[in-house]
């Protein structure tokens, strides 16, 4: 089945910094890489997602890449905020009836 | 926020007793699935389901069952808990199968003594 490998584990940054998560795949066949985004002791929430017909999409702070010949894709968060902090998941999915693969995770803290 | 709610928010129980968590909604969603989150290892899929009555593994589904008989209702059991199974459980619905947006319920905390 799908592998998501994620990193870093834990990633610390000063306000207004640019911060960047990785995530590496390994079903060639993975064809949808959203990221979700969780405060602390609330739900997960989906944040941006990616297509594999597309290879970078915006919206405002956050943006995502995508390079299915290597098999990974980024979240990349800009002018980062102390409201950013939260932990950050990337996951993969074929479709069908292949579930979404969730990488381990990345703590974002973002220092005043 | 999606209408879906788990059941119980926090549960304390021995080794060796049966436990089932509850997940509902009310958007009328097909697909629903149960995840575990722990420390390091993200958020690990456990059963999903496609509609009433269809169900199927996921990764980690050893020591437990599911099911759905109704499509707002989506039933986590443990059969035995162990203390490998304490644990934050999530519920999760989508609209479209593994390629939209997982609406998640609160999570339901679990430790097994």
């Known amino acids: 089945g799908e592998n998501v490998e994620q990193h870093p584990s834990t990633l610390s940054v000063q306000e207004g910094d640019s911060a960047v998560i990785k995530c590496t795949y390994s079903d060639s066949a993975s064809n949808y890489f959203p990221w979700y985004k969780q405060e602390l002791g609330k739900r997960p929430q989906l944040i941006i997602d990616?297509?594999?017909?597309?290879g970078e999409k915006k919206d405002q702070r956050i943006a995502v890449t995508l390079n299915k010949t290597a098999k990974h894709f980024s979240l990349h968060i800009t002018e980062t905020q102390p409201e950013d902090s939260a932990v950050y998941f990337c996951?993969?999915?074929?479709?069908?009836?292949?579930?979404?693969?969730f990488g381990s995770g990345t703590r974002l803290q973002v220092q005043p | 926020d999606a209408g879906i709610t788990q059941s119980p928010r926090h549960k304390v129980t021995e080794t060796g007793t049966p436990v089932t968590l509850r997940c509902h909604q009310t958007e009328n969603h097909r697909y629903m699935y149960w995840y575990r989150q722990d420390p390091g290892h993200g958020l690990r899929l456990i059963h999903y389901s496609y509609g009433v009555k269809d169900t199927d593994k996921g990764e980690v589904s050893d020591g437990y069952s599911v099911s759905r008989s109704k499509t707002e209702d989506f039933l986590l059991t443990l059969e035995s808990a162990t203390s490998s199974q304490t644990s934050v459980y999530f519920c999760?619905?989508?609209?479209?199968?593994?390629?939209?947006?997982?609406?998640f319920g609160e999570g339901s905390r679990l430790t097994v003594l």
């Open positions: 990616i297509r594999s017909n597309v």
């Open positions: 999760a619905i989508s609209d479209r199968p593994n390629t939209g947006e997982l609406f």
């Open positions: 996951a993969a999915s074929t479709g069908g009836r292949r579930a979404l693969t």
